[in-house]
């Protein structure tokens, strides 16, 4: 039995998959958790740890697209979803399985728990759509990247759901140079910074740095 609510958005994806808009108009990255408890480590948190949401939106010149009927100024989008493997099945058998149908390149999936399954059956329904795991506790990676062989999946770190971000538009900028351009602008932006701090602690020696 699914709920009402859950039946809604599976009735929404099947609808967007049945519109073929155009490309312009659709989200390249899909991302998914298990959880809204998953927010602070995908999106990234505010006091802390910054995620997803913070590389794409603040390097990476991206928007969050929440309506697809207007879709934002933003050339390139991303959606974002809580869907649970365990609690939800069927949502996350019609996202993966409509995500190529609504125009998704790329599918950036996390979950916790010891049984963190969400990336993984993901990635099983969605291929041959690229899905990067995420693990959102060190506990969950054994079961994120324990794929069998056949059944690929890419998988980050524990909590690194900003570089699956930066993995997702490094395989969306194969066919746009203009996210290349980004990425690169990105790395030269973080290699600036390790130049300016070492300067700054070689000149004014270990003592004189760790009091600024
Ligand atoms: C997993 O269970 C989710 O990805 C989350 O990390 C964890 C706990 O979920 P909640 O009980 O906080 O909803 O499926």
């Known amino acids: 039995m699914t709920s ?7 009735d929404q994806l099947e609808a967007e998959a049945a519109m073929d808009r155009p490309v312009e108009a659709t989200p390249e990255i899909g991302i998914i ?18 995620g997803a949401f913070d590389v794409l939106t603040e390097e ?5 697209q929440t ?20 609690r939800t099945p069927e949502l996350m058998y019609t996202y993966a399985e409509t995500a190529e149908d609504r125009g998704l390149d790329v599918i950036i999936a996390g979950a916790g728990g010891k049984s963190a399954d969400l990336p993984n059956m ?5 291929y041959p759509l690229p899905v990067i795991g995420v693990p959102v506790q060190e506990k969950s990676l054994p079961s994120v990247i324990g794929m069998p062989q056949g059944a690929p999946i890419v998988a980050v770190d524990a909590g690194k759901s900003f570089n699956a971000a930066l993995s997702a538009v490094q395989i969306l900028a194969r066919q746009h140079p203009e996210l ?3 990425l690169l602008a990105y790395h030269e932006g973080l290699q600036q910074g390790v130049g300016e701090v070492s300067r700054d602690l070689h000149e004014r020696g270990t003592p004189g740095f760790r009091d600024t």
């Open 122 to 126: 993901t990635a099983s329904i969605a």
């Open 60 to 64: 990476l010149g991206f928007e969050e």
């Open 67 to 86: 309506d697809y009927e207007t879709a934002p100024e933003a050339r390139f989008t991303f959606e974002t979803f809580v869907v649970s493997a365990h």
């Open 4 to 10: 009402e609510s859950v039946q809604s958005l599976i």
């Open 33 to 50: 958790m298990g959880s809204d408890s998953d927010l602070d480590v995908m999106a990234g948190s505010e006091s802390g740890r910054p």
């Open 180 to 182: 290349q351009e980004r």
